[in-house]
């Protein structure tokens, strides 16, 4: 088994966390722990989840759920098994694997964490559903990146990071790992790898700008910014201007069929000039030049610091859940966590998702090949039948004319 760095240093010891959810849907009591959203929308337009090891497995006996119906809507929530209230100091860490066997070419198979306790109603959980984190990958087009949305309730929205992050998009299972930590910071793992991190407040558009531009300066109105002037001493040569940049072709000549009378007064072509040479006055540093100006800042008034960006669960988080559009369905999501321990998080990831990550990919890697070979075998087998079609036609010319050559 392949260990993570930080995984090793803790392999042989006990972890110290509170784990709120694992999921590994394994076995049948899966659909007594997780409701369908069943009046988000029409049954029309819902898709239905299926349990299953996949067309590539390390272990038969190892489940996740899969979208299992193209161009349709998928709502699933269930409740953690303790809920989460975010606290001074305190981390939250989200993990699941999503593996699109698919291809997805435009879907989503990102994560939520919901608040809402006892109110909360799984049968209408959907796109409007107010959510305290939304994390994952999201593919459509040339658009494929994972995300990570966290509200703010001085803006009253929901706050996209301000820069993109990678998201796998191969046929095999991928580990997705999001940590907020309780010091205002977060940190992305893809498969135990760290992809992106940072303090809240830089990453995320929630506060105001520590500084702006002050509104009491401007630039003066002597500043130079060009860097270049004319040369004042380099002029145009004399009877430049007299000199056309065109001229009638002198080896033309009037064609014979020309009538002046119907076609006009005959002119010749106009053809460039070989004594024309454009002339572009000579540029020197300009000795004036003081560089480009920038607008001095000050420090912003509507600035306020804040230290519990972090707390995402502020009133508790109690539920987590899947809201999406597939085009084309069959990714499947597996092995859910939901702590506030890094370690806890990453020894599961060592139990499930590096367990058996090399097994997927042997099985993943034979199924291709001996699709390729199938592939190749059927190319080979139409490329026979053409020519064995292109030889009957022969036969049947040599039938039509082999008896007429007597006769030419």
């Given at each position: 088994?392949?260990?993570?760095?930080?995984?090793?240093?803790?392999?042989?010891?006990?972890?110290?966390?509170?784990i709120f959810m694992k999921e590994q849907f394994n076995d049948e009591g899966w659909k007594d722990r997780w409701s369908v959203a069943s009046d988000w929308k029409s049954s029309s337009e819902m898709g239905e989840w299926k349990q299953t090891s996949g067309e590539w497995y390390a272990d038969e006996k190892d489940l996740g759920i899969q979208?299992?119906?193209?161009?349709?809507?998928?709502?699933?929530?269930?409740?953690?098994?303790?809920?989460?209230?975010?606290?001074?100091?305190?981390?939250?860490?989200?993990?699941?694997?999503?593996?699109?066997e698919q291809k997805l070419d435009c879907g989503g198979a990102y994560i939520k964490l919901l608040p809402g306790g006892a109110k909360f109603h799984p049968k209408k959980f959907g796109g409007d559903t107010p959510y305290s984190v939304m994390f994952g990958p999201d593919m459509c087009g040339s658009t494929k990146r994972t995300h990570v949305i966290l509200p703010h309730k001085k803006k009253d929205d929901n706050v996209l990071i301000t820069k993109d992050i990678p998201c796998e998009t191969n046929q095999l299972s991928h580990l997705y790992t999001l940590v907020i930590r309780g010091d205002n910071s977060f940190e992305v793992f893809v498969d135990n790898k760290s992809v992106r991190e940072g303090k809240i407040e830089d990453e995320f558009d929630m506060l105001a700008e520590k500084e702006i531009e002050d509104p009491d300066q401007s630039k003066p109105d002597d500043w130079v910014e060009e860097r270049e002037i004319e040369d004042p001493e380099h002029k145009k040569p004399e009877g430049y201007d007299n000199i056309p940049p065109e001229i009638p072709d002198p080896e033309a000549t009037k064609p014979d069929d020309w009538d002046d009378e119907d076609d006009g007064e005959w002119e010749p072509p106009m053809v460039d000039n070989p004594d024309w040479e454009e002339w572009e006055p000579k540029m020197i540093p300009n000795p004036e030049y003081k560089g480009a100006w920038k607008h001095p800042k000050i420090a912003n008034p509507e600035y306020a610091p804040d230290d519990t960006l972090h707390a995402v669960c502020s009133e508790g988080c109690s539920h987590v859940g899947f809201e999406l559009w597939q085009v084309k369905s069959g990714t499947i999501f597996d092995d859910i966590m939901v702590t506030d321990s890094l370690e806890e998080a990453q020894k599961f990831a060592e139990e499930t998702f590096f367990a058996k990550k090399d097994g997927e990919k042997d099985m993943f890697d034979t199924a291709e090949k001996k699709k390729k070979e199938e592939d190749d075998a059927r190319m080979a087998d139409q490329m026979q039948d053409e020519d064995e079609d292109e030889g009957e036609d022969d036969d049947d010319e040599d039938e039509l004319f082999g008896d007429m050559g007597d006769e030419f």
């Amino acid at each position: 088994m392949k260990f993570s760095t930080l995984a090793a240093a803790f392999a042989f010891g006990s972890v110290n966390g509170e784990i709120f959810m694992k999921e590994q849907f394994n076995d049948e009591g899966w659909k007594d722990r997780w409701s369908v959203a069943s009046d988000w929308k029409s049954s029309s337009e819902m898709g239905e989840w299926k349990q299953t090891s996949g067309e590539w497995y390390a272990d038969e006996k190892d489940l996740g759920i899969q979208t299992s119906e193209d161009a349709r809507f998928y709502g699933l929530s269930a409740e953690l098994s303790t809920e989460y209230t975010s606290a001074a100091g305190k981390d939250l860490v989200i993990q699941y694997t999503v593996k699109h066997e698919q291809k997805l070419d435009c879907g989503g198979a990102y994560i939520k964490l919901l608040p809402g306790g006892a109110k909360f109603h799984p049968k209408k959980f959907g796109g409007d559903t107010p959510y305290s984190v939304m994390f994952g990958p999201d593919m459509c087009g040339s658009t494929k990146r994972t995300h990570v949305i966290l509200p703010h309730k001085k803006k009253d929205d929901n706050v996209l990071i301000t820069k993109d992050i990678p998201c796998e998009t191969n046929q095999l299972s991928h580990l997705y790992t999001l940590v907020i930590r309780g010091d205002n910071s977060f940190e992305v793992f893809v498969d135990n790898k760290s992809v992106r991190e940072g303090k809240i407040e830089d990453e995320f558009d929630m506060l105001a700008e520590k500084e702006i531009e002050d509104p009491d300066q401007s630039k003066p109105d002597d500043w130079v910014e060009e860097r270049e002037i004319e040369d004042p001493e380099h002029k145009k040569p004399e009877g430049y201007d007299n000199i056309p940049p065109e001229i009638p072709d002198p080896e033309a000549t009037k064609p014979d069929d020309w009538d002046d009378e119907d076609d006009g007064e005959w002119e010749p072509p106009m053809v460039d000039n070989p004594d024309w040479e454009e002339w572009e006055p000579k540029m020197i540093p300009n000795p004036e030049y003081k560089g480009a100006w920038k607008h001095p800042k000050i420090a912003n008034p509507e600035y306020a610091p804040d230290d519990t960006l972090h707390a995402v669960c502020s009133e508790g988080c109690s539920h987590v859940g899947f809201e999406l559009w597939q085009v084309k369905s069959g990714t499947i999501f597996d092995d859910i966590m939901v702590t506030d321990s890094l370690e806890e998080a990453q020894k599961f990831a060592e139990e499930t998702f590096f367990a058996k990550k090399d097994g997927e990919k042997d099985m993943f890697d034979t199924a291709e090949k001996k699709k390729k070979e199938e592939d190749d075998a059927r190319m080979a087998d139409q490329m026979q039948d053409e020519d064995e079609d292109e030889g009957e036609d022969d036969d049947d010319e040599d039938e039509l004319f082999g008896d007429m050559g007597d006769e030419f």
